[in-house]
């Protein structure tokens, strides 16, 4: 599919006026647009929620939006709680799915009144110990193991993640949910990730449903929900077909009345903790570019660097890239479009056929909404960007400022080299 820039070069242009680039850019009408289409794909579960991923995009006022669209927040640390308090988000609209939980985020989720989500069975304990008791409404996240297999080949290799816990453990810590007290009981699985087929949560669904029933049947508890957590994937790529997300809701509708209804569960919630599928196809970032280099292989180089944008660097992630006001012009130049680190993988793209690119042009780096900004850091002693929001009416919010110097050093405010270096150069 042919991948479209959200904003014209017009827009950009006055944008880049007020704002310099390099920024993300996030786009109000497709987030909104997209939140609708996956509230209607699950219209059919009564109790139906998303809780947005916080860490893919933790920022207050796409938070804020979401809400408006009937979002919650999934949350695993200490700032994405305060972030979704600050938003006015609390109880249920919260889920707080940590792992490797650091001491007093427990207490800190459950003063929001956050569902909870165990990622492990000795954190049993550790709620206990932090609460003084457990929680009526708890969820447990689950890890199968093995191999999680679809009909066109193997997705992924739960056996080799981190999180969740065993079939085993599963049984066991429902079993001691219920002695200490807890009445609603939730389960949560995220087993593949950036998932670009309809048939993952459908697949999923019937793990955790088949799971489920045995659960109930066996600890005797209530099932409250079911949480098939993130992992449906954006087509990054042109020649991906993206996901169709009303099919996906449907899939699950056929699994959850195969498997549920008839084991008397028809009451069981549904739950997603989608962050790439609400958000990457809404954001972009824009830089500029700023050299050419011609060596051993031809080079564009542009402001922006992987510390906006880690993700071709980190996992050779294809982001597409639109030369604004050429895109018409046949892709009949090879290039590899390059950041300023100290650091050889510090490439948005390698060996990519791209129109004729002169200093000065515009790109647009696609699908940058989630896990794009957030995963930013300060190597080589890079600033993070600013975060724009393109509105509904057509007018650019800015929604977080770009880093400053001073912000780099905020944290040396001991340091009296710096402290006086700054206030003859700050
Ligand atoms: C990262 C994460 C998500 C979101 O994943 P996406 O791939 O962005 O959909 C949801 N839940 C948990 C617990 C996560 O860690």
Redesign the pocket.
């Known amino acids: 599919m042919e991948k479209k820039t959200f904003v014209t070069k017009e827009q950009l242009e006055k944008m880049i006026a007020q704002y310099p680039t390099p920024f993300h850019l996030y786009d109000e009408k497709g987030i909104r647009e997209n939140a609708k289409r996956l509230q209607e794909a699950f219209a059919w579960n009564k109790g139906y929620r998303e809780y947005f991923?916080v860490?893919?995009t933790p920022n207050p006022y796409i938070l804020q939006l979401l809400k408006e669209c009937g979002c919650g927040t999934?949350c695993?640390s200490a700032t994405e709680l305060m972030l979704s308090d600050g938003v006015g988000l609390s109880g249920h609209e919260i889920m707080f799915?940590s792992?490797d939980t650091p001491e007093g985020e427990f207490k800190q989720a459950n003063d929001l009144g956050a569902i909870i989500?165990l990622d492990d069975i000795t954190h049993i304990a550790c709620v206990e110990k932090e609460l003084g008791y457990i929680p009526e409404t708890i969820s447990c996240?689950y890890n199968p193991g093995g191999i999680f297999e679809i009909s066109n080949g193997i997705m992924d290799n739960p056996g080799d993640a981190k999180?969740g816990m065993t079939t085993e453990q599963m049984f066991e810590a429902f079993r001691i949910l219920k002695e200490k007290g807890a009445k609603e009981f939730g389960i949560?699985a995220?087993l593949v990730?950036?998932t670009v087929t309809n048939d993952y949560y459908p697949m999923l669904a019937k793990v955790l449903f088949e799971v489920a029933v045995r659960l109930k049947e066996e600890t005797g508890v209530h099932i409250g929900f079911i949480n098939l957590?993130?992992?449906?994937?954006v087509a990054y790529h042109p020649d991906q077909e993206p996901n169709d997300i009303m099919r996906i809701g449907e899939g699950v509708r056929k699994v959850y009345e195969e498997i549920l209804v008839p084991a008397g569960m028809g009451d069981v919630a549904i739950y997603t903790?989608?962050?790439?599928?609400?958000l990457?196809p809404y954001g972009c970032l824009v830089s500029k570019v700023i050299h050419e280099k011609h060596t051993h292989k031809e080079y564009v180089g542009v402001d922006a660097c992987a510390v906006n944008l880690m993700r071709p660097a980190m996992y050779g992630a294809y982001h597409h890239i639109t030369v604004m006001g050429k895109e018409n012009m046949p892709c009949d130049h090879k290039y590899d479009v390059v950041g300023s680190l100290c650091e050889n993988n510090d490439k948005f793209a390698v060996d990519r056929l791209l129109p004729e690119i002169a200093i000065g042009d515009l790109l647009v780096i696609h699908d940058t909404g989630?896990?794009g900004f957030s995963m930013g850091y300060n190597y080589n002693g890079k600033l993070r960007s600013a975060e724009l929001l393109l509105r509904e009416d057509g007018t650019v919010q800015l929604i977080r400022r770009a880093e400053t110097p001073q912000d780099y050093f905020a944290t040396l405010d001991g340091c009296e080299m710096m402290k006086k270096y700054m206030t003859t150069h700050g």
């Open positions: 991923a860490k893919a999934d695993s799915s792992n989500n996240r999180y949560h995220f990730s950036n957590s993130g992992g449906i994937g903790e989608l962050g790439r599928f609400m990457a989630a896990h």
